[in-house]
């Protein structure tokens, strides 16, 4: 003979149990530090730099407390879960992506001002914000001053 009132109770735990594993399945899946690799820009700009020697220097002013974090992931709450961490510094990323664009459009860059002290371009840039964030979609702003 089944026992009725043991039947359904265990399919009211197991209702509960269910519940409970999707619950944590769907809030949980942010909770871990999420590591991103920053690659260089390409812009579709159109630009003759052709003869142009050019020394670039950049600043991180971001709070150095939050260095390297540029980020973080939010999860189906909109409550910050997880940190988003830059496997490189933002300075060198920036620096990396300015120089290629203009070797791509046919300038010289050179790393310090002895090499060549002649018709040099300083440009100096300051990175003030680098964040980006991930809910549902992924978005990123990035603030920079441009000296020259």
Known sequence: MINYHRSKTMKLYGKYLFFLIT????????????????????????????????LIEVKDKRNPELKPVVGHVKNGYG???????????????????????????????????????DGISKVSIDVLVCYAQAYMRYGGEITVVLGL
């Open 23 to 54: 619950c944590f399945v769907i809030s949980s899946c942010a909770f871990g530090a999420r590591h991103v690799t920053l690659d260089p820009i390409k812009t579709s700009l159109s630009l003759d730099a052709s003869g142009q020697i050019v």
């Open 79 to 117: 409550m910050k879960t997880a940190k988003v961490i830059a496997n490189k510094e933002v300075s060198i990323w920036v620096k990396n992506s300015i120089v290629g664009e203009l070797k791509r459009y046919g300038a010289s860059v050179i790393e310090s001002e002895s090499e060549e002290s």
